[in-house]
DNA sequence: CTAACTAAACCTA
DNA sequence: TAGGTTTAGTTAG
């Protein structure tokens, strides 16, 4: 089989102190934005079908680190390797079971989102928890509610399987990037409904 | 204050 | 047993 995806450009993005960085991958889905800094992952966007919506797409959280300024340094460490990324992305949309290598930084989440958001990135591929299960894991049962507002705040799609949290009686719950994306995730893990 | 990717405990008939 | 209401938790705007 040929390999539909491809990397398309990995520049040295950046203006305000070179600490970010940023990539567009071409998938089988669209092209899939990312940017990236000292710490790890920063955002991971859905596919969207052209190159200037990733463009687009990107550029709001581009802005947001630039904000956030300082924090951010020393990018020569490598912590990303986007080589094995791309890889990583690439067998995701193929169907196999990732189990994404990359870090993250967790900048600008409060302490409950990291907390929720490190325990949904440890739900393995193919699987599904519930809101209130994911409430139980960080030792808060009854903030079934407050997990559906957490992992709204994710920023990286995929490597926080966001999409495999769904509501108790068997129902999909919400997703912010729309629900056809979180049933396009959860059918190439093969799970339906 | 409210709305948002929830769910369980309590009513009431 | 089914259906409606309340309550709990976090957070950005």
């Known amino acids: 089989m040929r ?12 203006s305000m102190g070179g600490n970010v960085e940023k990539a567009i991958i071409e ?6 934005a990312l940017c990236w800094t000292s710490l790890g992952l920063f955002s991971l966007k859905p596919p969207v079908p052209t190159l200037s ?7 709001t959280d581009i802005d947001r680190l630039k904000r956030l300024g300082g924090r951010h340094h ?3 460490r490598e912590i990303i390797n986007i080589k094995l990324l791309t890889k990583e992305i690439n067998d995701y949309f193929r169907g196999k079971p990732v189990k994404f290598s990359v870090a993250v ?23 599904v928890v519930s809101y209130g299960q994911v409430a ?7 903030a079934s509610r407050a997990v559906g507002g957490a992992v709204g705040s994710n920023r990286v799609l995929l ?3 966001c999409h495999r949290v769904i509501a108790r009686n068997g129902t999909l719950g919400g997703f912010s990037s729309g629900l056809d994306w979180k049933r396009r995730f959860l059918g190439l893990e093969n799970i339906y409904f």
């Not at 390999?3 to 950046?14: A, H, M, R, Y």
């Not at 919506?53 to 550029?59: H, K, L, N, S, V």
């Not at 930084?105 to 699987?127: A, E, H, S």
Request: glycine letters at 4%; proline letters at 7%; one cysteine or more.
């Open 53 to 59: 919506d990733a463009e687009m797409q990107i550029r």
């Open 159 to 161: 490597v926080v399987p």
């Open 74 to 76: 020393d990018l020569n």
């Open 105 to 127: 930084d967790w900048t600008d989440y409060t302490d409950f989102q990291k907390k929720v958001l490190q325990v949904v990135k440890n739900i393995p591929w193919g699987q």
């Open 27 to 32: 998938t089988s889905d669209g092209f899939v």
């Open 136 to 142: 139980v894991r960080v030792g808060n049962p009854r």
């Open 3 to 14: 390999d539909i995806c491809q990397q398309l450009f990995f520049p040295n993005s950046n």
